[in-house]
């Protein structure tokens, strides 16, 4: 993956929260869904369940230290995005934000994206670190806590990481904010087992990931220019490894639990990386209407 130099990612929709009350207190592998506001009443995030016994949980949010408004300042270029992970992550969240503006969606409106650290306050309730990435319907904010990624994802569950696993992860919530703005989050009505609407919830919107993923390097800054200089099969295969480890029979595997399909509420790995492929290749936004 690699951005180009010459765009302009100053629009990109991305803010830091600052740290809670949690402080760096972490569970080992996110909760999954929280109470909260939105139509659905309940945060959709890219992990379900605990697979590990908890540790103690985050504080709740109110001695949480104020964001930094200038921890996106400096990114301004694709340069800037080729230098660090900080300045990449806008410029994803400008690609996303260009692809979906386009699609004629109506109602659309860009999910800004929201970075922090231990806890944070939302419409949905007040989230730990532990909950991972996560969309809330109430706000239509995408919350993030980076560290997820190394210590969630490699550290516990034996991701391969690499350079577009969080561009995937950030593309399946945003798809979870397209479902907001279209009304398919009222399809939702089961919450649990492998036909369930929670987990076609979660395939399809691995699914618009894909589709964006598919569409990423023609989509441009405010001025038309590229955003993406490139986009390899390199960067596929991370996008596909990472919607493996995140499968629910992979994770019941790695709690050292039998694979339990009445459980699940996300997808299986094979699912997932399904989905994300369906997408991708079909390049069709009607071909994500898992409800059909």
Known sequence: MRFNPKANIGSGRVSDAGSGGGGGRRMPIPTGRMAGG???????????YVVSQMMGGGGSGDN???GDPNAYADCRTGADANKSE???????????????????????????????????DTACGNA??????????????????????????????GGKGGDFVEPYVLGHEYGHHIQNVTQQMRNVRTQQGENSDAVKLELQADCYAGLWTRAASST???????????????????ALDAA????????QKVAGRRVDTG?????????????????????????CDIWR
């Open 38 to 48: 939105g139509g659905l009443g309940l945060v959709l995030v890219i992990i379900i």
């Open 64 to 66: 949480a230290a104020p």
């Open 86 to 120: 900080k300045c990449a992550r806008k410029a994803v969240a400008l690609s996303l934000e260009s692809f979906w503006a386009g699609q004629g969606i109506r109602g659309f409106q860009p999910a800004p994206i929201q970075t922090f650290s231990g806890s944070v």
């Open 128 to 157: 730990t670190s532990a909950v991972g990435p996560f969309y809330c319907p109430g706000d239509g904010v995408i919350y993030l806590d980076p560290t997820f990624f190394d210590d969630v994802l490699e550290g516990q569950l």
């Open 220 to 238: 441009t800054d405010d001025s038309g220019v590229r955003i993406f200089e490139s986009i390899d099969q390199g960067d596929i295969q991370e």
């Open 244 to 251: 493996y480890t995140v499968g629910d029979d992979h994770i």
């Open 263 to 287: 459980q699940w509420t996300h997808g299986s790995s094979e699912q997932r990386m399904q989905w994300f492929r369906r997408g991708y290749e079909s390049g069709d936004f009607e071909a």
